[in-house]
């Protein structure tokens, strides 16, 4: 009983939270002027209900029956709350998504319908590769990204629509580092004996079951934060994030984040040679990410991630053009031990697309990657940052970490597919900027979000 009233309680906190935060973001949406945008703020309660998804069912879990074990081969059973919340978050997520669509339906889109088929490309080699694969394909894999891709392609949400984005990532942080003070059974997990990681008793954890499952979720929302007007909310939020993303042991995010920093708070000062630099930058992070697992040759490279790759590989030369389908992963874990007991996906994202999806989905994932780079690029140009710190946060996290699949709205949905979709489909990328240019922006906090 105790357990289920601090759920309660933690939830309803939560949610009052952004309830509130969210109201003050939407009071300032006056501020954009004349430019185009829907009456209702479609975007912001979509992301407001994936990151729900993301949260609640997970947090309600850990306290009404404890965390589960950290290990691909058990099955974990959901508590009927926690359960009831899975199952009925993403049902409403779809229905938003309808709602947005009939209500916007005499909108004209901003950019055309072949740049929302190739961001749905991953999704749909994904499922062409599970039925390939002779694998069954779950209901709401097959509209949860297309129905949010119609509504950003339909609405072309602004980028400053993603503020929500930050609160929520700045709300997730604090909340875990409550936890982490007042209900460490709850927030934290037992640090390992060796290792780097040993530093520290316990990781931070928050509302997730694994402390790298928290980190990428800084790491996929700090880039947003960047969108704040107020600038002493921007650097609390960051401070807030960063602290939380340290005390999570995950070197992987830890570096990601610092990345973002330097994107949120270097690249504006560079002049004209920002776009250079930014896409060096994306250059170096694409090939790291393709190159190096598939070249590893040692088991125990990359703390054993290049077990998993060198497994990776020779189950996907068993079917390269489609892979073993989207479920590969869990599939196989159920029965073999070959990847490892943390294997719950290829530990990079170029590597898990090309085992699950082939050849076809591994392109498809470079070509929205790509697509995603050349937008940034365009957005620098008009004075908005974000963009390029969310792609190059994405990337870095993408080396040793998969934060999507394009098949489920997940833990990072919020984040990952609302901030590329927003990038591919905003009307900010063809409306002209009224905010001064960056050369004559002394800080980060001047840039236009």
Known sequence: MDRLFLATLGVAS?????????????????????????????????????????????????????RPPV???????????????????????????????????????AVGAGRMCLFLAPWAMGQLATLAAGKSI??????????????AWKIGPPLRDLRIVGILTAVTAAGSL????????V????????????????????????????????????????LFANRRWRFIATVVVVAATWL??????????????????????????RRGFFLLAAVLLISTLVLI??????????????????????????????????????????????????AFHGHNLFIHFLTTSGIVGAGALVIVVLAAVKASQRYLSRGHIFPAAFVLGFLALAFLEVATDFQNLSTLGFAVWTSLAVILFSHDQVTPTTSAPIRQAPAAHRLRA
């Open 14 to 66: 939560a949610l009052i939270w952004v309830g509130v935060l969210v109201g003050i973001a939407l009071k300032r949406r006056k501020e954009a002027g004349g430019q185009r945008r829907p009456d209702v703020p479609w975007m912001p309660i979509l992301v407001v209900i994936a990151w729900a998804n993301g949260v609640v069912p997970s947090f309600l879990n850990l306290v009404i029956a404890g």
């Open 71 to 109: 290990d691909i081969s058990a099955s974990t059973t959901l508590a009927p709350p926690a359960a009831m919340a899975a199952r009925f978050l993403p049902m409403l997520f779809v229905l938003f998504c309808a709602a947005a669509l009939l209500h916007e339906k005499e909108r004209p889109p």
């Open 138 to 151: 779950g209901p709401m894999t097959l509209v949860l990204l297309p129905v949010l891709a119609l509504v």
């Open 178 to 185: 409550v936890l982490w003070k007042f209900a460490p059974e």
């Open 187 to 226: 927030g934290a997990v037992s640090a390992p004996s060796t290792g780097a990681k040993a530093a520290l008793d316990q990781l931070l954890a928050g509302p997730y079951n694994h402390p790298n499952t928290l980190g990428m979720a800084l790491v996929v929302g700090l880039p947003a934060v960047a």
């Open 248 to 273: 999570t042991g995950s070197r992987t995010a830890q570096f990601s984040v610092a990345l973002i920093l330097v994107a949120m708070y270097v690249l504006p000062r560079t002049g004209r040679a």
């Open 293 to 342: 697992p598939l070249t590893t040759t040692d088991p125990n490279a990359y703390s054993e991630r290049g077990r998993i790759w060198m497994t990776s590989r020779d189950s996907w030369a068993g079917s390269p053009l489609f892979g073993g389908g989207v479920t590969f992963y869990p599939d196989t874990g159920r029965y073999v031990t070959a990847f490892g007991s943390f």
